[in-house]
């Protein structure tokens, strides 16, 4: 695909930056994003490339923007029992064990599941059968350093200075489309 000043405009406009700031964030003159915009010379790939990371990169989605926001939460010393019938009533597969503030954990369906055939595993503590937690990301990360997360974990905790503000499962990422 051919980059044109014309393709390069739009984009511009669409992003709602005058030539004037398009340019001070490129370091380049606004003459000269007037000049590439009329197609008047051919600009370096280096500039073309600034242009287009500044461009698109103001469209792309944050964490913060998709996340599931106030998360349900388990404590290590919660029975089972009461756990899975959270996860019923409120349809979710998966929740984050926190202590303290701490994220120490994850409780899933299908860690209860696993432990059913233990004797009276509904009265046991969460922290008996708790895995490791989810990976996390702050929450102004970009949504497409998360994809790659989401291809070999089932979620991605979101945090703010290390506490836990939402939670981004591969259904979230789906609705971005």
């Known amino acids: 695909m051919i980059i044109k000043g014309s393709i390069l405009k739009k984009m511009r406009l669409e992003a709602g930056l005058t030539q004037s700031q398009l340019a001070k964030?490129?370091?380049?003159s606004q003459a000269h994003i007037a000049k590439i915009e009329g197609?008047?010379?051919?600009?370096r790939l280096s500039t073309v490339n600034k242009i287009l990371e500044?461009?698109?990169?103001?469209?792309?989605?944050?964490?913060?923007e998709i996340m599931t926001r106030?998360?349900?939460?388990?404590?290590?010393?919660?029975?089972?029992?009461k756990v899975s019938e959270i996860m019923v009533k409120h349809a979710i597969s998966q929740i984050p064990v926190?202590?303290?503030?701490?994220?120490?954990g994850m409780i899933t369906e299908e860690g209860i599941v696993k432990h059913l055939s233990s004797d009276n595993i509904a009265?046991?503590?969460v922290e008996?059968?708790?895995?490791?937690?989810?990976?996390?990301?702050?929450e102004d990360t970009d949504i497409t350093a998360i994809r790659s997360i989401l291809?070999?974990?089932s979620g991605v905790l979101v945090t703010r200075k290390g506490k836990l503000v939402g939670i981004i499962t591969r259904s979230d990422l789906l609705k971005v489309i």
């Open 25 to 28: 964030m490129v370091g380049v």
């Open 39 to 43: 197609e008047k010379v051919d600009p």
């Open 54 to 64: 500044i461009l698109t990169g103001r469209k792309r989605k944050k964490c913060s």
């Open 70 to 81: 106030d998360v349900i939460t388990a404590n290590p010393k919660e029975k089972i029992k």
């Open 98 to 104: 926190i202590e303290e503030d701490r994220i120490v």
């Open 123 to 125: 009265e046991e503590p």
């Open 128 to 138: 008996k059968i708790m895995e490791p937690p989810l990976p996390s990301v702050p």
């Open 151 to 153: 291809e070999t974990h």
